[in-house]
């Protein structure tokens, strides 16, 4: 029986042997030196970041005006900020929404009534909304320390039958990377 153990014994350690050669055979060699390559990447993020406040409104509108100014401080200027997380320059737009609709009726105000001026409260600059986006300022540039403003002064122009009420529109303020 002795005889039957030692064998059994041995053939056990040489299927161990066996089986780790076979391991190491079918394990990728490696030597010093060797070299291993990888591409690298990084995707780098444009950021444009802008803020508009003091949206324009018209509290004392009468029929018939033509172009006033939109209220002071509630409503003009129209203070659009590049802010200094923006990485590119850019070019800042408008657009209005089609029509100024009266709240509670069927009247408006067509939205090439609704003006605006990006240089002063006189209107001599003034330019009519319209429903695509047109470049108010162009190749702003990235701010460096801190926010970049921009005024924009509203004009208002009604119709001599324009009934009385509320109306309102949609104006769309929007930065994109300058192609300049």
Not at 65 to 80: K, S
Not at 100 to 123: K, R
Not at 140 to 157: D, G, Q
């Amino acid at each position: 029986m002795k005889g039957i153990a030692q064998t059994a014994t041995i053939c056990v350690g040489i299927l161990i042997l066996a089986s780790a050669v076979a391991l190491s055979l079918n394990a990728p060699l490696t030597t010093a030196g060797e070299e291993q390559q990888g591409t690298m990447e990084a995707t780098i993020a444009t950021v444009i970041d802008i803020s508009a406040t003091q949206w324009p409104k018209w509290a004392g509108a009468t029929k018939g005006m033509t172009d006033v100014l939109a209220d002071a401080d509630t409503g003009n200027p129209l203070v659009v900020q590049v802010l200094e997380t923006t990485t590119v320059s850019t070019d800042v737009q408008f657009k209005g929404s089609d029509n100024m609709q009266l709240t509670d009726g069927s009247d408006y105000i067509p939205i090439e009534n609704v003006e605006y001026d990006n240089v002063d409260n006189t209107g001599g600059n003034a330019v009519a909304l319209t429903t695509d986006y047109a470049n108010v300022w162009t190749d702003v540039p990235v701010p460096s320390e801190s926010a970049i403003s921009k005024n924009a002064y509203f004009f208002l122009t009604t119709r001599a039958d324009q009934k009385a009420g509320t109306y309102t529109g949609t104006l769309y303020v929007k930065a994109v990377e300058s192609e300049g």
